[in-house]
């Protein structure tokens, strides 16, 4: 089946510094990835979409200036989380799409912690 | 615009027993329906989804769920519970686009428990 590999699992890092988490689909091309952000018992809320070579589409909401996604290939999606803040701890998820349309496959999720 | 509730933020079953998981969704039109499980500290995983054919759709781990239509239903079940299944579940709704990317929303969310 499509496996998706989300990296780092977990980090910590201090606020004001920048943390970034990549995405990759290991066995497909995926001309989309989707990042997600999970709060605490709480659903997934969609942050952005990201299309490969072109800017991501962000949610009504969403600071792209404070989360930066950068889709440079069929593989590879990178959220940066800017000028980190406490506020900003939380479950980020990525998934990724083979086709338009087509089901999508999730990566494991990367737990940020900002002291 | 599309939204999901899932009923029953938290679920508790015997093992053996019964499994089912309420959700019911609002869309203008028939909408593409899926049910993800998630584990602790994990990613989701796809158990099943409705892609406006069989209204009975089978997923994986012995779950299957039914829509209907009538009833904007799209309940998950599971004919007997074992320990393993105790995890976060999530319905999720998109709409029926192909050729474009899937945006999935998300219900909040049901935690099943099973016990002995």
């Known amino acids: 089946g499509a496996v998706v590999s989300q990296h780092p699992s977990r980090v910590i890092c201090k606020s004001g510094t920048s943390v970034k988490i990549e995405c990759r689909s290991l066995?497909?091309?995926?001309?989309?990835m989707f990042w997600y952000r999970q709060f605490p018992k709480k659903s997934l809320m969609l942050m952005a979409t990201s299309n490969e070579g072109s800017k991501a589409t962000y949610e009504q909401g969403v600071e792209k200036d404070k989360f930066l996604i950068n889709h440079a290939s069929l593989t590879l999606s990178t959220l940066t989380v800017t000028s980190a803040h406490p506020e900003d701890s939380s479950f980020y998820i990525c998934?990724?799409?083979?086709?338009?349309?087509?089901?999508?496959?999730f990566g494991a999720g990367t737990r940020l912690s900002v002291l | 615009a599309q939204s999901v509730t899932q009923l029953g933020s938290h679920v508790s079953v015997s093992e053996g027993a019964l499994v089912l998981l309420r959700c019911n969704y609002s869309s203008s039109v028939p909408p593409y329906l899926f049910w993800y499980v998630q584990y602790p500290n994990q990613g989701l995983q796809l158990l099943l989804k409705?892609?406006?054919?069989?209204?009975l759709v089978k997923g994986i781990n012995g779950f299957e769920a039914e829509f209907k239509k009538s009833e904007t239903s799209f309940h998950l079940t599971k004919p007997s519970a074992h320990m393993s299944d105790a995890a976060e579940y999530f319905c999720?709704?998109?709409?029926?686009?192909?050729?474009?990317?899937?945006?999935?929303?998300f219900g909040t969310g049901t935690r099943l428990q099973v016990t002995l």
């Open positions: 999720a709704v998109s709409p029926p686009i192909t050729g474009t990317a899937s945006k999935l929303t």
């Open positions: 409705y892609t406006s054919a069989a209204t």
């Open positions: 998934s990724a799409e083979p086709g338009q349309g087509d089901i999508q496959y």
């Open positions: 066995d497909f091309q995926a001309t989309t």
